[in-house]
């Protein structure tokens, strides 16, 4: 018996130094301090107690979530799509053709998108949702030009479209065409009437520029502290904004200072 004590110490020892169980290691830490860093406590406990899986389950599902700050509200899947192609198929209407826009707008294939909501368009020319959503996607491809008419022509017909999505898209269409005076006023307008952690911090971002430091203080201050008391899952859709808060707030020279 005492003999085999070394032997099973060096069994131990050889084990925890096997690259592949140090790998495995490394990435469980890394997913436990993500959980924790998006209070996401349940999932940091899984992870703990579940070496391996647990960590995996949570990278697939979570971690690797799209979270650009910009996607439209609500999950699509694969079965989704084939339903709606089905139909497209059988009935061939603007409105399937823009819902499976929306379908690939929400998994980020934005190329894809794009081609469902003009498909939508022959059919329909003047669908607001088709063409609110199809300037939304134009923005994420970076073509804030095409973008703008589609996106202002609808907030003229509707300036509350989509909750307020459609104004903050118009809004980033001006931000990116440097026409400045015109983004500031509208972005001011949707962060008095909403508590969209998007707006208020490009709101910030425009202030800071206009010399306004206490103004955007303000409003990165609200993001930060109001991601403190959100769900989880609002956390992690507006994490990319409280992320660009937190460094905006920290480049920012101390309250009163001149």
């Known amino acids: 018996m005492f003999y085999s004590l070394p032997t099973d110490w060096e069994s131990l020892h050889r084990l925890l130094l096997n690259p592949l169980v140090l790998l495995m290691t490394g990435f469980q830490l890394w997913m436990f301090i993500h959980a924790v860093r998006q209070r996401d406590w349940l999932w940091a406990v ?62 980020g294939k934005y190329a894809e998108a794009e081609k469902w909501y003009r498909a939508a368009l022959e059919r329909e020319p003047n669908d607001i949702d088709a063409r609110a959503h199809l300037g939304q996607c134009l923005m994420r491809l ?47 307008h949707v962060v008095e009437n909403n508590s969209y952690a998007r707006a208020k911090v490009q709101f910030a971002e425009l202030c800071i520029k206009k010399q306004q430091p206490d103004a955007a203080r ?35 020279p101390a309250a009163g200072a001149s």
């Open 46 to 107: 899984f992870i703990m107690i579940g070496w391996g899986l647990s960590a995996f389950i949570y990278f697939l599902n979570v971690y690797t979530a799209k979270s650009t700050g910009f996607e439209l509200p609500g999950t699509q899947s694969r079965a989704r799509i084939r339903e709606l192609k089905s139909q497209i198929h059988h009935l061939d209407n603007a409105y399937h053709h823009y819902r499976l826009g929306d379908v690939h707008f929400q998994r």
């Open 142 to 188: 970076k073509r804030p030009a095409e973008a703008r008419p589609l996106l202002e022509g609808v907030c003229r017909e509707n300036f509350k479209h989509d909750f307020g999505f459609s104004l903050m898209a118009y809004a980033e269409a001006l931000t990116a065409l440097n026409e400045t005076d015109a983004a500031f006023d509208i972005w001011k």
């Open 218 to 252: 303000t409003q990165l201050k609200d993001v930060i502290n109001d991601d403190n008391f959100a769900p989880a899952y609002q956390r992690r859709r507006d994490r990319v904004w409280t992320s660009r808060a937190r460094s905006l707030l920290r480049s920012l």
